[in-house]
C-alpha cells in the first residue's frame, strides 16, 4: 500500500476520468492519497472527492500565488471547510518568487497569517517553496513550525538543505523529481532523511516520473517514486512503501 501525500486529483486535466485514474492508481498499489485544494473550486473539488472516495484526504488552504486574493472572506471559507471530516492538513502554502504575482510582503503575510490557523485548528501544514527556500525555512522557524508540523512538499533542495528542515520537525515528501537524471541533490536529500520523516507524493497531473516524464501525472505514479527512492536508499520496495504510508498516517493523524 502507498500513500501518495499529494496529488491534484481535483484539477481539470481529470475531469473526463476520475474513476478510472483512482482505479489505475489502486491497481498500482496507491490506495490513498491526500487531494489538494488550493483556491475555492479546488477546495470545494478535493472535499466532494474525500467525501467519495474512502482512501481519499483533503488538504486545503490558499496557495501563494494567489497571496493577493486573500481576504476575510476567504479566510472565513477556509476556516469553516478545516472543521470537515477527512481534511488531514492546511495547505499548500509558503512563497513562490518563481511566479511572483504578489510582491513577497503579501506571500509572506498571508503565509504566516495560514500557519496561525492552523496552529488554531490543530493541522499540519503542507508547504509550496518554489526559488525561496531561505525565507521559506527563517518563517517556519520564526513562527515555530515543529509546534505543527509539516511537509516539505516536492521537496527540491540538497541534502543540507533537508537536514535544515529536519531540524525544523518537518517531513521531507519527495515527487517524480527524484526520479529525474539531472536531480542528483534532490537525490542526495532523499539519502539524508530518516526513514520516519519521508513522504511519497506525485503533484500529478504534474511533475511525472521516469518513465512519463512530460505527460500527465497521475497518483498511481507514485509507485515509481517508491521504486527510485527504494533503489537509491538500497532498501526494499515494500519496506519504503510501509514506512512512507505509516509516516503519512501518522502525521495526518489517520487510523490504521
Known amino acids: 500500500m502507498i500513500f501518495d501525500s499529494h496529488t491534484h486529483l481535483n484539477a481539470e486535466q481529470f475531469n473526463e476520468d476520475i474513476p478510472e485514474t483512482v482505479a489505475r492508481a489502486h491497481e498500482l498499489g496507491v490506495t490513498e492519497m491526500a487531494v489538494v485544494g488550493f483556491d475555492q473550486p479546488t477546495i470545494k473539488k478535493s472535499l466532494a472527492l474525500s467525501k467519495e472516495y474512502p482512501g481519499i484526504y483533503s488538504i486545503i488552504g ?114 517524480g523529481v527524484v526520479t529525474f537524471k539531472k536531480a542528483t541533490e534532490v537525490q542526495e ?10 513522504l511519497v507524493e506525485t503533484d500529478a497531473p504534474y511533475l511525472a516520473p521516469v518513465p512519463y516524464r512530460g505527460k500527465r501525472n497521475e497518483p498511481g505514479y507514485t509507485h515509481y517514486v517508491v521504486d527510485k527512492i527504494a533503489e537509491l536508499r538500497q532498501e526494499a520496495v515494500a519496506d519504503v512503501a510501509a514506512y512512507t504510508t505509516k509516516n503519512a498516517h501518522r502525521l495526518f493523524r489517520i487510523n490504521d
Request: aromatic share 10%; proline share 5%; glycine share 6%.
Open 62 to 175: 490558499w496557495h501563494p500565488t494567489e497571496a493577493g486574493s486573500y481576504t476575510p472572506h476567504v479566510e472565513t471559507y477556509l476556516q469553516e471547510r478545516l472543521e470537515r471530516p477527512k481534511v488531514v492538513a492546511l495547505g499548500e502554502i509558503g512563497l513562490d518568487y518563481h511566479w511572483m504575482e504578489d510582491p513577497k510582503e503579501v506571500q509572506e503575510k498571508v503565509f504566516r497569517r495560514q500557519m496561525a490557523i492552523a496552529r488554531e485548528h490543530q493541522l499540519p501544514i503542507s508547504i509550496h517553496t518554489r526559488e525561496a527556500l531561505e525565507d521559506t525555512y527563517a518563517i517556519l522557524k520564526d513562527e515555530k513550525v515543529q509546534t505543527i508540523g509539516g511537509i516539505m512538499h516536492s521537496f527540491s533542495g540538497d541534502g543540507e538543505w533537508a537536514k535544515k528542515f529536519l531540524d525544523l520537525g518537518m517531513y521531507i515528501s519527495f515527487s
Open 189 to 198: 536529500a532523499a539519502l539524508v532523511v530518516p526513514q520516519d520523516r519521508l
